[in-house]
């Protein structure tokens, strides 16, 4: 017989090593998935014009004020400036 055949004895040996990998594989994903900020991308962007608000941006582009805010993370809509980038769509992830 040769040496490289694997033995029952050898799988259960090397069984929980591998559902040790796995398990903190799985924590791994878990960690990632509350300890990161979802991914946003801005697929449209929107130059400030002067008399912008966020109230008017958001009623002419027919999009809530919670999703304006969401996918404008920093935005400050009391200090909106002329020329500032406003995103106005995007996709989080
Ligand atoms: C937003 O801007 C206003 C005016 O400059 C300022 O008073 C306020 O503290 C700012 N808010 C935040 C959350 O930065
Ligand atoms: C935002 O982008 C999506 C996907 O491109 C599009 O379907 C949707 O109409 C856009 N919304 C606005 C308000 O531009």
């Given amino acids: 017989m040769s040496k490289t055949t694997m033995t029952l004895l050898d799988l259960v040996r090397i069984l929980p090593v591998l559902l040790l990998v796995v398990s903190m594989a799985e924590g791994g994903s878990i960690a990632l998935g509350i300890g990161f900020p979802k ?3 801005c697929t449209r962007v929107h130059g400030a014009e002067s008399g912008d ?3 008017s941006i958001t009623t002419a582009l027919n999009i809530t ?3 304006f805010s969401t996918i404008n993370p920093n935005l400050n809509c009391s200090n909106i400036f002329v020329s500032e980038w406003l995103c106005i769509n995007g996709t989080i992830s």
């Fill in 65 to 67: 004020p919670e999703f």
């Fill in 39 to 41: 991914s946003l991308v």
């Fill in 53 to 55: 608000t966020c109230f």
